[in-house]
């Protein structure tokens, strides 16, 4: 059964400082995996999307690195800014079927 | 661009009740996923649908039961509500997973928030 784990799961850090986000799956036979932001009762925002034959995708000042054989990805957020505070989730979709396997989420909060 | 439109967006009820959730996923789409959010927990698999066929299903209640109709939208059946329920539901939409090397993103709606009393 895969587990996803996010460490830490809360992080604070001053404006302007870089943001460094770690998921952790434990089965590597997956499919793709994908980072999610939630505002507090919120929906989830699909950030990122990186197939499993990728190493890393960019998407502004985001960037998402996939290492599968170790069963990590990292989120890097650059510059952060106050309205980067919100949970960060990542998914695993698994290499047979299409549900997605939530980690616990990290809890940012850029303090200006 | 056009979103995933869940409805209702809030939804209280009495224990015993039903409920009944609807999704509408992004124009194109053919595949819909259902997620349960418990209060501070992640977003657990429910059960998804591919052209109106399920295509997976996780830790869906018996109670619950869903369908995906012809035009592409989904409704959740939810019979015999327990308060521990109380979720936030969201619906994604994707294109077809199967496709060969194309993206398959899951595009989360803005949740509908159950409250069993």
């Known amino acids: 059964k895969q587990e996803v784990t996010q460490i830490p799961a809360a992080l604070s850090v001053p404006e302007g400082e870089n943001l460094v986000l770690n998921c952790s799956f434990t089965?590597?036979?997956?499919?793709?995996l994908q980072w999610f932001r939630q505002d507090p009762g919120k929906g989830l925002t699909s950030l990122l999307l990186?197939?499993?034959?990728?190493r890393e995708q960019t998407s502004g000042r985001l960037n998402a690195s996939l290492d599968k054989s170790s069963g990590r990805s990292t989120l890097y957020i650059a510059a952060s800014q106050p309205g980067d505070s919100a949970t960060y989730l990542c998914a695993v979709r698994p290499a047979a079927g299409n549900k997605l396997t939530f980690g616990g989420g990290t809890r940012v909060l850029v303090k200006p | 661009a056009a979103g995933v439109i869940q409805s209702p967006r809030h939804l209280i009820k009495e224990k015993r009740e039903t409920a009944t959730l609807k999704c509408y996923p992004i124009?194109?789409?053919?595949?819909v996923y259902w997620y349960q959010q418990g209060p501070g927990q992640d977003p657990q698999f429910l059960i998804s649908?591919?052209?109106?066929?399920?295509?997976d299903k996780g830790s869906i209640p018996d109670r619950f039961s869903a369908q995906q109709f012809s035009d592409y939208h989904s409704e959740l059946n939810m019979s015999s509500l327990e308060l521990g329920d109380s979720a936030l539901y969201f619906c994604a939409s994707s294109l077809d997973p199967g496709l060969a090397g194309g993206p398959d993103t899951q595009y989360f709606g803005p949740g509908t928030r159950l409250t069993v009393l």
């Open positions: 649908f591919y052209e109106k066929m399920q295509s």
């Open positions: 124009p194109r789409h053919d595949t």
């Open positions: 990186i197939q499993s034959s990728q």
């Open positions: 089965d590597s036979a997956i499919y793709n």
